[in-house]
């Protein structure tokens, strides 16, 4: 029988902190999703190393990732997945890609967050804010040919008909968009820098202005550019499925997670100008979110 002296109340023994490096870009909307992640993976149950893949140190943070055991890391953004892909050897989870396909390489636990919104939650609002709205034109390159059955099955349920073209460059793009517009009352552009380039945007948005066709676009940054309405995820909402997936992840449970996990919120943006030259009104903040279920 062990004395009364020697017998110890159970001391609770303190979880180990899970190790997560955090790759991305700085700028173009990814600092802000990082910002909210951060939130979500507080430093008593995370380690993070964040990683800034245009900054001085990131190679030698990655070389001192390189063989870390436990490690997941998840990048932000298409140039920081490619690197956490070729250099580190961990699972990991990505985000704000839409052209994601090159990184699911086979026998590799690489899984992803959606880079847009639900498309049935951007339809159905862009057709509350514009009731006249009947006939969209969808324009997708040979990689996202799957998008066109989703958006088709979105535009039903909002009493929208889709007409749609495959293009394989940017210029394709505007004649094929050209050809269209007098077909539709609205084109519902995709965040595709494959089929898009900035020179083409701002040609194919003057075209649409200037031809009475209302354009619903992937970034508020283009609003600026003569496009109608903006529907774009928002930071908190990416981060937040992120994080869901991240657990996942860390109980190995990667294999029973789809390539993609959808995300559940949108942030809709009026171009205040636009939306009165085709007399359609708006709320008095020009913005709002809009909220679906979580998968």
């Known amino acids: 029988m062990p004395r009364a002296a ?10 180990q902190r899970r190790e997560v490096a955090v790759l ?8 802000e999703v990082v910002t909210q992640l951060r939130k979500l ?19 030698r943070l990655l070389d001192s990732l390189r063989r870390r055991p436990g490690l997941v890391a998840v990048a932000v953004g298409l140039p920081a997945a490619r690197i956490a892909r070729d250099q580190l050897n961990a699972p990991i989870l990505f985000a704000q890609v839409f052209n994601y396909q090159e990184l699911l390489v086979k026998g590799k636990a690489i899984r992803g967050v959606m880079a847009m919104p639900p498309l049935d939650l951007q339809v159905q609002d862009w057709k509350k804010f514009d009731p006249k709205l009947r006939r969209v034109g969808l324009i997708v390159s040979e990689r996202h040919i799957d998008l066109i059955a989703q958006a088709e099955r979105a535009a039903d349920s909002a ?31 995709l965040p595709d820098d494959r089929i898009l380039s900035p ?3 701002r040609e194919l948005l003057s075209y649409a202005a200037s031809h009475g066709v209302r354009v619903c676009v992937f970034s508020d940054a283009l609003l600026q550019w003569g496009a109608l309405m903006s529907a774009s995820p928002t930071p908190e909402d990416i981060a937040r499925t992120m994080r869901r997936v991240l657990e996942d992840m860390m109980a190995d449970r990667t294999n029973a997670l789809p390539p993609l996990t959808p995300l559940s919120e949108i942030v809709v943006r009026i171009n205040a100008q636009v939306a009165g030259r085709f007399g359609l009104s708006f709320p008095p903040s020009a913005s709002w979110v809009v909220r679906g279920e979580r998968p």
């Not at 110890?8 to 023994?13: E, L, S």
């Not at 929208?160 to 004649?175: A, G, N, P």
Request: charged share 25%; no cysteine.
């Open 6 to 15: 020697d017998v110890r109340p159970d001391v609770p023994i303190a979880p």
């Open 199 to 201: 020179a083409v945007l």
């Open 24 to 31: 991305f870009k700085n700028g173009a909307g990814y600092t």
């Open 159 to 189: 009493a929208i008909t889709v007409k749609y073209e495959v293009s394989d460059s940017d210029r394709q793009t505007l004649y094929l968009f050209k050809r269209l517009a007098p077909q539709i009352d609205g084109l519902w552009l």
């Open 41 to 59: 993976l507080p430093i008593e149950t995370f380690q993070l190393t964040l990683i800034d893949v245009e900054a001085e140190n990131s190679q």
